[in-house]
T-cell receptor
Framework: DAKTTQPNSMESNEEEPVHLPCNHS???????IHWYRQLPSQGPEYVIHGLTSNVNNRMASLAIAEDRKSSTLILHRATLRDAAVYYCILRRNNFNKFYFGSGTKLNVKP | DVKVTQSSRYLVKRTGEKVFLECVQDMDHENMFWYRQDPGLGLRLIYFSYDVKMKEKGDIPEGYSVSREKKERFSLILESASTNQTSMYLC?????????????FGSGTQLSVL
């Protein structure tokens, strides 16, 4: 199984940047790195994904280490609506399995 | 956007009952998944399907079966519900190919087995 390690919880102030780390030291060359978040009482929703290069979209940025053994999800300006559990996931190419860990619970303070 | 609909938000069943959880997606996705979510354990894959009538076991298939008779519908079946199957069940779907990396989830069904 492709494993990821994340801190259990983090705290941020509103309107400040947040860097959510993820370690995936057993990553293979064909594993995609995904991030999802889960708001209370909802199913997870897609945030961003990447393979080797850093990625940006309207929700967040994904910074991938050069050796790909870690990645960081960056929320540029945290809002109260960003309070959620964030999951870092690996998906092996040609396989349909997404392995979810326990995630990081992000608390955003006003 | 893709809509993944789970038939019930909350369900209460008795031990030994046969339970059906239904999931429907509206984007013609080939792949559909059933996960269960328990506190401290994250999401664990029960079964997935990559085509009509095709299925593969996930990491925790024991006590569950699935059915995919139509492309848009994926059912999870608990043949004889037990209390350790009390959990949040999440359905997801995904297309195929490099432009279809995203998983789309339903809102979940909280199942309580008494």
């Amino acid at each position: 199984d492709a494993k990821t390690t994340q801190p259990n919880s983090m705290e941020s102030n509103e309107e400040e940047p947040v860097h959510l780390p993820c370690n995936h030291s057993t990553i293979s060359g064909t594993d995609y790195i995904h991030w999802y978040r889960q708001l209370p009482s909802q199913g997870p929703e897609y945030v961003i994904h990447g393979l080797t290069s850093n990625v940006n979209n309207r929700m967040a940025s994904l910074a991938i280490a050069e050796d790909r053994k870690s990645s960081t999800l960056i929320l540029h300006r945290a809002t109260l609506r960003d309070a959620a559990v964030y999951y870092c996931i690996l998906r092996r190419n040609n396989f349909n399995k997404f392995y979810f860990g326990s995630g990081t619970k992000l608390n955003v303070k006003p | 956007d893709v809509k993944v609909t789970q038939s019930s938000r909350y369900l209460v069943k008795r031990t030994g009952e046969k339970v059906f959880l239904e999931c429907v997606q509206d984007m013609d996705h080939e792949n559909m998944f059933w996960y269960r979510q328990d506190p401290g354990l994250g999401l664990r894959l029960i079964y997935f399907s990559y085509d009509v009538k095709m299925k593969e076991k996930g990491d925790i298939p024991e006590g569950y079966s699935v059915s995919r008779e139509k492309k848009e519908r994926f059912s999870l079946i608990l043949e004889s519900a037990s209390t350790n199957q009390t959990s949040m069940y999440l359905c997801a779907s995904r297309g195929t190919g490099p432009t279809n990396e995203k998983l789309f989830f339903g809102s979940g069904t909280q199942l309580s087995v008494l």
